[in-house]
C-alpha cells in the first residue's frame, strides 16, 4: 500500500464537507483508506493508530486541513487526492428559492418575519456568538448548536437573555423540543405533561425516548448546553428553564437533567425547585442525592431511574415504580452476565465504552462505579482516573467520542460513525478486551441509518476475535423511537443481526456489561 497526502495550510470546510469527501475517497477504486480532517493532536493521534501519519502531516498546524489516502497503487492514491481538490475547491451550491424574500442577515429574517420568535443557530465557533448577539437584540430565543464558543461569551449572552426574558439555549445545545418541535439532534416524541431542563443533549434525549415508550410525553424540553452548570457560568439557563416551566399552567412534572454540576450551582438551582410544589425529579449524574431531597425534589441517580420516576408522577400513569422495574432488570442482567462470561477466556477481563453521547457516558461511568470501582475515561471526574492519552485505552475504559478534542476538524460521532469504527477495531484487536460498549442515538439531525454502518463492523470486530481463537461481546443501546426516520425496530434489528445484545436502555447496556467482567 501506498500512502500520499494534501496539506491545505489555513484553509476552513465545514465538519459534513469533510466527511463526504473522505467518503468518496474511501470508495474510489484501488483506495484502501482515507481521511480528511484538520491537523489537530486528536486527529494526528487517529491517523496514527490507522498508520495514515506522515512525517509531513505531524508537522502540519490545527488550523490546516489534511487530506490522506492509503491506496494499492500510485496512480489511485494521485487520482484520488485529485477528486479531493476538486471538491474542495467547489463552491456551495445556492438552494433554490422557495420563497420569494431570502435575507441575508438574522435582523433582515425578523423585518420579513416579524411574528418568529426563535433562532437556530449552526455556524463555526469564532462567528457564532456575533450571529446570537444579533438574534438576542432582535427579540428572539436562541437555539445555538456552535460549539468551540468562548466561555466568556457564552456568559453574557445569557446574562443579557435573563435580562430581557429570553432563552439563550447554548452554545453547544444539542437538543431542545419546543411547542412539539424538534431542534438538533431529537426524537419523534408525544406532547404531554413532563417539563425537562437539560444542561445535557443526549441525556435530555435518552430521557424523552424512555418517557415516550412508557406513555408519558413532553410539553416543553429546554436545553441549556453542557457549560451552563459551571461555576463560570452560574446555571444561568438552568434556572430561566426552571422558571419558565414551574409558571407554565400545561407542565405538570419537571425534570431536571445535568453531568455532576459545581455544588454551588446545584444548591442554586434547589433552591428555586424549593419556590413550586410541582413534582420535580433531578438527576444530576454523579452528586449526592441527599440535597436533592432536602429541596423537596425526588433524586434519580440514572437517566433510566429519571424517567421511571417522571412516569410514575403524570397522572393516570400505571406502570411499575422505578424500584420495581430496576431491580427486576438487574437480577434478569446478572443471569444473562453469567451466561455471557462462559464464552469468554481467562485474559478477557475488560471492557471498553465507545459513546456517542457525553450524558451517556456520564451515565455509564455512575452506573459501573456501583458495578467495578471506577472506570478510565477522558471526561471521569476524578482525577486518577483520567485517561492519559485518548488514543489508547487502558483496563476498564470509556471514551466520550463527542468531546471537542474529538470533534474539532472532523463530524460528530452522532454524524459520522468513521471514528467510532476505527476505534471499535483498535479496542477488539486488545486480546484483553471482554465486552464493547455502544449507544446509538437516533432522531432529527443525526445520521439517517447508523446500523448499516456499524452493524458490519460489529461483524467485523467479531470475526477478527473469533479469528484470533476469543469471542467478543458487543452491548448496545438504542436511544430513539418507533417513529424516528431512522425506524428504531428496524435499526435494533440490523445491529442484532450483527452479533450485538441490545439493551432498552443506556443504564442497562452499561449494567450488562459490567458485570460480565465484574467476576
Not at 477528486?83 to 467547489?90: G, K, P, S, V, W
Not at 464558543?149 to 444539542?174: T, W
Not at 453531568?259 to 438527576?283: F, H
Request: aromatic share 4%.
Amino acid at each position: 500500500m501506498l500512502t500520499k497526502y494534501l496539506i491545505k495550510a489555513g484553509e476552513y470546510h465545514d465538519s459534513v464537507t469533510l466527511m463526504e469527501i473522505a467518503q468518496k475517497l474511501s470508495k474510489f477504486p484501488g483506495v484502501h483508506d482515507a481521511a480528511v480532517v484538520m491537523a489537530t493532536e486528536a486527529n494526528k493521534a487517529i491517523l496514527r493508530e490507522a498508520e495514515l501519519l506522515l512525517p509531513e502531516i505531524e508537522a502540519a498546524t490545527p488550523n490546516d486541513l489534511v487530506v490522506v489516502v492509503q491506496a494499492e497503487t500510485d496512480e489511485a492514491a494521485e487520482q484520488a487526492l485529485e477528486l479531493a481538490q476538486a471538491h474542495l475547491a467547489q463552491r456551495p451550491r445556492a438552494v433554490a428559492p422557495r420563497l420569494g424574500f431570502q435575507p441575508r442577515s438574522i435582523r433582515a429574517a425578523v423585518r420579513g418575519n416579524p411574528q418568529s420568535n426563535l433562532a437556530v443557530i449552526s455556524v463555526a465557533g469564532p462567528y457564532a456568538a456575533a450571529e446570537a448577539w444579533e438574534a438576542l437584540k432582535s427579540g428572539l430565543h436562541v437555539f445555538l448548536f456552535s460549539d468551540n464558543v468562548p466561555i466568556e461569551d457564552e456568559i453574557a449572552l445569557k446574562e443579557y437573555a435573563a435580562e430581557h426574558g429570553l432563552l439563550m439555549m447554548g452554545p453547544g445545545c444539542g437538543t431542545a423540543i419546543i411547542n412539539g418541535v424538534a431542534l438538533g439532534f431529537a426524537n419523534v416524541v408525544p406532547r404531554g405533561p413532563v417539563g425537562v431542563v437539560a444542561a445535557a443533549g443526549t441525556g435530555l434525549q435518552e430521557v424523552s425516548t424512555l418517557l415516550a415508550k412508557m406513555g408519558a410525553g413532553i410539553q416543553q424540553a429546554i436545553g441549556t448546553g453542557g457549560r451552563d452548570l459551571k461555576d463560570k457560568v452560574g446555571g444561568i439557563m438552568m434556572l430561566e428553564g426552571l422558571k419558565a416551566l414551574q409558571s407554565d399552567v400545561e407542565t405538570g412534572v419537571l425534570l431536571l437533567v445535568s453531568k455532576s454540576p459545581s455544588p454551588a450551582i446545584a444548591r442554586r438551582v434547589l433552591d428555586q425547585v424549593k419556590k413550586n410544589t410541582k413534582p420535580t425529579i433531578v438527576c444530576f449524574l454523579g452528586s449526592d442525592p441527599a440535597p436533592i431531597a432536602a429541596a423537596g425534589a425526588i433524586p434519580a441517580r440514572t437517566l433510566q431511574e429519571a424517567a421511571y420516576l417522571a412516569a410514575g408522577e403524570v397522572e393516570g400513569y400505571e406502570g411499575a415504580s422505578a424500584d420495581e422495574e430496576i431491580e427486576r432488570e438487574i437480577v434478569d442482567l446478572q443471569a444473562q452476565a453469567a451466561k455471557l462470561r462462559q464464552r469468554l477466556r481467562g485474559e478477557q477481563r475488560y471492557l471498553r465504552g465507545l459513546f456517542s453521547g457525553g450524558t451517556l457516558t456520564s451515565e455509564a461511568l455512575v452506573v459501573w462505579k456501583d458495578i467495578l470501582g471506577g472506570v478510565y475515561s477522558n471526561v471521569a471526574l476524578e482525577p486518577d482516573l483520567k485517561l492519559k492519552d485518548t488514543a489508547r485505552c487502558v483496563r476498564n475504559c470509556a471514551l466520550d467520542l463527542g468531546e471537542e478534542e474529538f470533534t474539532v476538524g472532523r463530524p460528530h460521532p452522532m454524524i459520522d460513525n468513521d471514528l467510532r469504527i476505527r476505534r471499535l477495531m483498535q479496542e477488539a484487536a486488545d486480546a484483553e478486551v471482554a465486552v464493547i460498549v455502544l449507544d446509538v442515538v437516533l432522531g432529527y439531525g443525526a445520521h439517517p441509518d447508523p446500523a448499516s454502518e456499524l452493524g458490519p463492523a460489529i461483524r467485523r470486530a467479531r470475526e477478527q476475535a473469533a479469528g484470533q481463537g476469543r469471542d467478543l461481546i458487543v452491548v448496545a443501546s438504542v436511544t430513539g423511537t418507533r417513529e424516528d426516520p431512522q425506524e428504531l425496530d428496524r435499526q435494533v434489528r440490523t445491529l442484532e443481526d450483527a452479533g450485538a445484545i441490545i439493551c432498552d436502555s443506556n443504564a442497562a447496556a452499561a449494567r450488562l456489561a459490567g458485570f460480565v467482567v465484574a467476576a
